[in-house]
């Protein structure tokens, strides 16, 4: 059973910056691409980022990419979001996965969920 714990989620200021982490552990999880959904109050759970197992590949969904960056660190098991220029809109909880099957729609097969971290961006 692969464990996703998070990291790193907090209030910011629009126009500002954070970085969320999320450590995978168990299971096997080495061939899997990585990434993060959020859901904000009241809406679905939307497609962030994903990158492949390989970290040769990056997915990004609905006009995010630019403004967000996804990364991993095999060593560390480790995936990584950097979020610049935030705005309120980016207000979520933001949520790790293991899966496959990812474009910049998102991920055909979802295998775990971590519990997800807040992120709240202030105007």
């Known amino acids: 059973q692969v464990q996703l714990v998070e990291s790193g989620g907090g209030l910011v200021q629009a126009g500002g910056a954070l970085r969320v982490s999320c450590a995978a552990s168990?299971?096997?999880?080495?061939?899997?691409?990585m990434g993060w959904y959020r859901q904000a109050p009241g809406q679905e759970r939307e497609f962030v980022a994903a990158i492949s197992w390989s970290g040769g590949s990056t997915y990004y969904g609905n006009s995010l990419k630019g403004r967000f960056t996804i990364s991993k660190d095999n060593a560390k098991n480790t995936v990584y979001l950097e979020m610049n220029s935030l705005k309120p809109e980016d207000t979520a909880i933001y949520y790790c996965m293991t899966g496959n099957y990812c474009s910049d729609y998102g991920c055909g097969f979802i295998g775990s969920w971590g519990q997800g971290t807040h992120v709240t961006v202030s105007s």
């Open positions: 168990g299971g096997t999880f080495s061939t899997y691409a």
